[in-house]
């Protein structure tokens, strides 16, 4: 007799787990159902990395100046993803020359380059300036790389180097980098 009440209850035992199981099986089910119905996504805006390491100056027998930048930045990035302003400043004073990723060349002068660069102050900066004459252009741009030639008004000593970029009315600015044109 016990060994059937044994197995009576091994059998009961097993309806239980069989029916725990099913009903297991019914709130993962359940619970994919939920996890499958779509939820609002939103898309996540990041900074650009812009920041530079090394900025070097190089001067032809001629006077032509050529500054090299390098860094953390890609600007293949930024024009691929719609970022209508990113380039390269050069200051020396209130002097500035400002090349764009496009290779547009724009030099000007303005009080608001003469204590640095503000990313406050930078979509102003970018509505000033004229084209620049030759020989000053944008001469190369790599992943962390960007050389440019400056316009004739940049004269030896000190001046500064600074990558920008202009997104929504949001301003991305990287450290400065003193170098001193030859």
């Known amino acids: 007799m016990r060994r059937g009440s044994s197995l009576e209850g091994r059998s009961s035992a097993r309806r239980g787990i069989a029916r725990g199981g099913r009903a297991a099986c019914a709130t993962l089910l359940a619970l994919s159902l939920i996890a499958a119905v779509p939820s609002a996504s939103h898309a996540a805006g990041t900074s650009p990395t812009l920041a530079l390491v090394a900025a070097d100056a190089f001067a032809s027998e001629q006077r032509v100046r050529l500054v090299t930048a390098r860094g953390t930045f890609n600007f293949d990035?930024?024009?691929q993803f719609a970022f209508p302003a990113a380039g390269l400043?050069?200051?020396?004073?209130a002097h500035f020359a400002r090349y764009d990723v496009d290779g547009t060349v724009r030099?000007?002068?303005s009080p608001l380059v003469a204590d640095g660069v503000d990313?406050?102050?930078?979509?102003?900066?970018?509505?000033?300036?004229?084209?620049?004459?030759?020989?000053?252009?944008?001469?190369?741009v790599a992943a962390s790389?960007?050389?440019?030639v400056l316009p004739g008004g940049f004269a030896p000593g000190a001046a500064s180097v600074v990558l920008f970029a202009l997104h929504e009315n949001e301003a991305f600015v990287?450290?400065?980098?003193?170098?001193?044109?030859?």
């Open 119 to 140: 990313p406050t102050e930078l979509e102003a900066l970018l509505a000033l300036g004229m084209p620049a004459p030759s020989p000053a252009r944008l001469a190369r």
């Open 107 to 109: 030099e000007g002068s």
């Open 145 to 148: 790389e960007v050389s440019v």
């Open 77 to 79: 990035d930024l024009v």
């Open 174 to 182: 990287s450290n400065a980098l003193a170098l001193v044109l030859p």
């Open 89 to 93: 400043l050069v200051t020396q004073g």
